[in-house]
């Protein structure tokens, strides 16, 4: 039985969170050297990049820089140059408030 360390429920050996909180529960060391070669044939084939946010934050950034750099090349091309005088700017601060 594993107690948790929240409320102090008893809950089964094989339960993961508590059934009474929710809360996740300590394993045992057995229980992790058991798992511990599924968890290895589960992990080789998942791809950790970077973490989700960062990784959301990198690719806000490059949609913002791919949105500009096509502004620029459609007004450039077109010979109409004030739009990218207000466009840079209000990207820049965009990006900024994003806290990118």
């Not at 809950?11 to 968890?39: M, T």
Request: charged share 25%; hydrophobic share 45%; with cysteine.
């Amino acid at each position: 039985m594993i107690t948790c360390n929240k409320c102090g429920k008893k809950n089964n050996d094989a339960a993961k969170i508590c059934s009474g909180c929710g809360f996740k529960l300590q394993s045992g060391r057995k229980r992790l050297e058991s798992n511990a070669a599924e968890d290895d044939r589960r992990s080789m084939f998942h791809l950790k990049l970077e973490k989700k946010q960062r990784f959301t934050k990198h690719a806000e950034a490059w949609v913002y820089a791919l949105f500009l750099l096509g502004a620029v090349v459609f007004f450039t091309y077109n010979k109409v140059y004030w739009p990218l005088y207000a466009l840079t700017p209000a990207i820049a601060l965009l990006a900024w408030f994003r806290k990118i």
